[in-house]
């Protein structure tokens, strides 16, 4: 009987460092980047939404941010709607370049 033990572990060990390492592990890596973003966050900050929403951090309160999103107009979010601080390169490079028109 523990000779099928030691087979079955043999097969299922590699499988399951495969599996830890493709999938389990960047996840939690992810996870940590995201709750130390979200940790990090002052106001002030250029941020985008899960939704897509850019806008800057006018102020906090309890689990929410207060995001600016274009003048006169505010919008409370959980702040676990945000996803990404934007720099001036991240907005530099979303634009869509004047040459990139495609044909028709």
Same mark, same amino acid.
């Given at each position: 009987?523990?000779?099928?033990?030691?087979?079955?572990?043999?097969?299922?060990?590699?499988?399951?460092?495969?599996w830890?390492?493709?999938?389990?592990?960047?996840?939690?890596?992810?996870?940590?980047?995201?709750? $130390? /973003?979200?940790?990090?966050?002052? *106001? #002030?900050?250029?941020?985008?939404?899960? @939704?897509?929403?850019?806008?800057?951090?006018? +102020?906090?309160?309890d689990?929410?941010?207060?995001?600016?999103?274009?003048?006169q107009?505010?919008? $409370? /979010?959980?702040?676990s709607a945000? *996803? #990404?601080?934007?720099?001036?390169?991240? @907005?530099?490079?979303?634009?869509?370049?004047? +040459?990139?028109?495609?044909?028709?």
């Amino acid at each position: 009987m523990s000779g099928a033990l030691g087979q079955l572990l043999f097969f299922f060990a590699p499988l399951f460092a495969i599996w830890y390492f493709l999938v389990l592990r960047p996840q939690s890596q992810q996870r940590k980047k995201l709750r $130390d /973003l979200l940790a990090s966050l002052k *106001t #002030g900050d250029r941020v985008v939404t899960s @939704g897509g929403i850019y806008g800057t951090i006018v +102020g906090f309160r309890d689990g929410t941010v207060q995001l600016q999103i274009a003048n006169q107009v505010k919008v $409370d /979010l959980a702040r676990s709607a945000i *996803t #990404g601080i934007v720099t001036e390169e991240t @907005g530099d490079s979303s634009k869509p370049e004047s +040459g990139a028109k495609g044909k028709r």
